[in-house]
């Protein structure tokens, strides 16, 4: 039976995507890789609020012009930002912490306190993303938290009639020899804990509506072409059952274009990407000049080719066999629609 969009989910669908159903998003929620940085610049335990936030709207103000919608935080880039802000772009908010609790058999994640869906849904968002830290050998009372945390938030976009857009990021646990507590991709890890966490994640109960997924190889120096390299992608996207995107996870540019490549050839809809793009630009800090110049630069560049990539190749989101290859189609078009269309 395909799946039906439900009137907000799909206007958000709409708004997120360039006409043709692709989705071209930038990410620049990041908190630890802005702060950490700066931080470290000004010898500081924290950054200072403005510096962030300014290098947030700076990275916006560059970026939002080639992208279909931009990936905002609450913290900095939405009350600093909110002006330079394009109106007539997808307005994507995050709801998680950037904060965790390690136990080192898993992570715990959160929302961020006193934020909710409903408040992303109330100042107008047009999704909600939620990035959880998940892999599936984690211990049985960190699985659960997490299963609980993905599955509520879902609920609550289904209650609001908002996209739910969610992240995955394995990480290591205390057998790995890698240890990073880092907003960055393992080197080390296994295909299988990629794709089992997607699994984890697909059924019906936790209400994602779009995937954003790291490669289910190490992106640092991925080499295009390979057959089993791309069979584990087609299998990435058998296992998600909807619309996808890829993230960078501080990918370079050279093999973000390539992990897209292989992305693409199996089935994936567009990106939501931040350091892939911005970060060479953004190393320029505290030269705010230089920073602009460098998103001028080698930043919008990219992302051209990076959209005619996608332009040429992804796959449009209503097309997706999820939907039978007709998401577009509206609920009930019909002047009954309000007698069926839930409320609170």
């Known amino acids: 039976m395909p799946l039906t969009l439900t009137p907000g989910k799909q206007l958000g669908f709409r708004r997120m995507a360039d006409d043709a159903g692709r989705f071209k998003m930038t990410a620049v929620d990041q908190r630890p890789p802005i702060k950490g940085p700066i931080a470290a610049h000004h010898g500081t335990p924290e950054a200072p609020w403005e510096d962030v936030a300014r290098a947030k709207t700076t990275l916006m103000t560059a970026l939002q012009p080639s992208s279909t919608a931009m990936l905002l935080d609450p913290h900095y880039a939405i009350p600093h930002g909110w002006q330079a802000f394009d109106p007539r ?54 699985k659960a938290a997490q299963h609980d945390f993905v599955k509520r938030t879902g609920e609550a976009c289904a209650a609001l009639d908002i996209p739910f857009l969610f992240e995955l990021l394995v990480h290591p646990v205390d057998s790995d020899a890698e240890q990073t507590s880092e907003y960055t991709e393992m080197a080390t890890k296994h295909s299988d804990h990629v794709l089992a966490s997607v699994e984890a994640f697909a059924g019906a109960d936790y209400g994602v509506d779009v995937f954003k997924l790291e490669s289910p190889v190490p992106a640092q120096g991925i080499a295009g072409g390979d057959a089993s390299v791309q069979a584990l992608f087609d299998e990435m996207g058998r296992l998600a059952g909807r619309p996808w995107v890829m993230l960078s996870a501080g990918a370079g540019k050279a093999d973000f274009k390539t992990v897209l490549e292989y992305a693409y050839a199996a089935g994936a809809s567009g990106y939501l990407a931040g350091r892939a793009i911005w970060l060479d630009a953004f190393r320029s800090y505290p030269d705010w000049d230089a920073m602009e110049a460098g998103l001028r630069r080698d930043s919008v560049p990219y992302m051209a080719e990076l959209n005619a990539l996608t332009d040429a190749r992804a796959t449009p989101w209503q097309a997706h066999e999820c939907y039978g290859g007709d998401g577009g189609a509206f609920v009930d078009p019909t002047a009954g629609f309000r007698h069926g269309y839930a409320g609170f």
């Open 89 to 142: 772009k997808g307005l994507i908010v995050t709801l998680e912490d950037s904060l965790f609790r390690e136990t080192g058999q898993g992570r715990y994640s959160s929302e961020i306190d006193d934020w909710s869906v409903a408040k992303i849904k109330r100042m107008g968002g047009d999704a909600v993303k939620v990035l959880a830290w998940y892999r599936p050998d984690i211990s049985a009372e960190v």
